[in-house]
T-cell receptor, first 113, second 112 residues
Framework: GQQLNQSPQSMFIQEGEDVSMNCTSS?????WLWYKQDPGEGPVLLIA?????ELTSNGRLTAQFGITRKDSFLNISASIPSDVGIYFC?????????????FGPGTSLSVIP | SQTIHQWPATLVQPVGSPLSLECTVE??????LYWYRQAAGRGLQLLFY??????ISSEVPQNLSASRPQDRQFILSSKKLLLSDSGFYLC???????????FGDGTRLSIL
């Protein structure tokens, strides 16, 4: 079935450093999504990408929808302590009656002050 | 704006007891609704989805069931909980049409 791979699995970085993480799949998706989850809370949508090649920013976050529609990356610039959390990518494909979302296993980010 | 509410936030139940988790969405009509389970802080597993009142589809066979008695209400239930039902349960909604899902704050369920 459809599956997403995220790398790296975890990251430990110094405050102020830039972060890059990516997501790959053997399947094509219509939409790529990036979420952040804080401990004990639900995932929060960061960025949604709808077109192959699209590059979208949200503050210090930048994400791109790969040309092949099988991958996406997320960059965080000048990391701060509140960036700590788990980052999930998700691919969305249209099924017969609903939008099926496949989630990656997540990248855990730790920021050292 | 749209909001999604889940309750309770945490729940501790004995094995064999029943379960009812509730999720409601405000500010939108006829949303697609979803129940996920998340184990150990990773990997969201889709349990159920609903595209309308009374319409429930299950992704994986399990000890749980779902119902949608009203347009913006989604309920996750069990008649007899198992130890393996422990986890973090998340409700989500979307408008469909290739749009993202938005999540509630989740319910932490512990089975003793």
């Amino acid at each position: 079935g459809q599956q997403l791979n995220q790398s790296p699995q975890s990251m430990f970085i110094q405050e102020g450093e830039d972060v890059s993480m990516n997501c790959t799949s053997s399947s094509i998706f219509n939409t790529w999504l990036w979420y952040k989850q804080d401990p004990g809370e639900g995932p929060v949508l960061l960025i949604a990408l709808y077109k192959a090649g699209e590059l979208t920013s949200n503050g210090r976050l930048t994400a791109q929808f790969g040309i092949t529609r099988k991958d996406s990356f997320l960059n965080i610039s000048a990391s701060i302590p509140s960036d700590v959390g788990i980052y999930f990518c998700a691919g969305l494909s249209r099924e017969t009656s609903y939008d099926k979302v496949i989630f990656g296993p997540g990248t855990s980010l730790s920021v050292i002050p | 704006s749209q909001t999604i509410h889940q309750w309770p936030a945490t729940l501790v139940q004995p094995v064999g007891s029943p379960l009812s988790l509730e999720c409601t969405v405000e500010g939108t009509s006829n949303p697609n609704l979803y129940w996920y389970r998340q184990a150990a802080g990773r990997g969201l597993q889709l349990l159920f989805y609903s595209v309308g009142i009374g319409q429930i589809s299950s992704e994986v066979p399990q000890n749980l069931s779902a119902s949608r008695p009203q347009d913006r209400q989604f309920i996750l239930s069990s008649k007899k909980l198992l130890l393996s039902d422990s986890g973090f349960y998340l409700c989500a909604w979307s408008t469909g049409n290739n749009q993202p899902q938005h999540f509630g704050d989740g319910t932490r369920l512990s089975i003793l």
